[in-house]
Every structure is written in C-alpha cells, then in structure tokens.
C-alpha cells in the first residue's frame, strides 16, 4: 500500500507563484507515474500533470508554460511549481501515483491507483 501526502497549498494573488509537494510512503518504489488532479469548486476534478520515472512530463493545455511537475525518485516526492497562478486555477489539488505504464494524457475519471487527500490552492483576483 501507499500513501500520498501534499502540501503547500494556500492563499496567493493572481500572478504569483506556488509550490506543491507530494511525498509518498509505503511501497512506492514501483510507481511509475505521480502527478496531480484538481477540483474546482463546482466542478468535476480533471487532470493536471504527470510524470514518468524517467521524468518526462505531461501537460493540461491550460497550465502548459506555467506549471512544471517534476520528481524526486530518491524521496518518493513529485513537485507542481506553479507559476503566472490565475483565480481559476483555484481548486482542491490531488496527488496521485499509478503503477502502470505512463500515458500521455489521463481522462478526468481514469482509476489511478492511489490519491492523496488534496491540497487547496485558493488564488485571488
């Protein structure tokens, strides 16, 4: 079994910048991908980001050039730097992990393997 943690979450103004962190503990030597979901409020929780063991990183297009996912395979740790923040980038932000091969987009209701409890992320106009 594994466990996702976030942090970093918090208030910030439009325009700034964000880090979010994810570490994972229990087995987690065998995932191949971790990432992020969000959910704003209201709405249905979509995909953000992922990245591959090997760090190779996918993109929403809505956060593409803003964000940047990256990974620390030493520390079970993925990071979502978000940068140029917009209020509709409010949200609820997940960590997941999956132990299957990467793909290179995931559909807001795919099954990833485990979920961490979420983050808020609350960016003011």
């Known amino acids: 079994q594994v466990q996702l943690v976030e942090s970093g979450g918090g208030v910030v103004q439009a325009g700034g910048t964000l880090r979010l962190s994810c570490a994972a503990s229990g087995n987690a030597f065998d995932l191949n991908v971790m990432g992020w979901y969000r959910q704003p409020p209201g709405k249905q929780r979509d995909w953000v980001a992922h990245i591959t063991r090997g760090g190779v990183g996918y993109y929403t297009s809505s956060v593409k050039g803003r964000f940047t996912i990256s990974r620390d395979n030493a520390k079970n740790t993925v990071y979502l730097e978000m940068n140029s923040l917009k209020p509709e980038d409010t949200a609820v932000y997940y960590c997941?992990?999956?132990?299957?091969?990467?793909?290179?987009?995931?559909?807001?209701?795919?099954?990833?393997?485990?979920w961490g409890k979420g983050t808020l992320v609350n960016v003011s106009s």
């Open positions: 997941v992990a999956d132990l299957s091969a990467a793909k290179t987009y995931y559909s807001a209701t795919y099954a990833m393997d485990y």
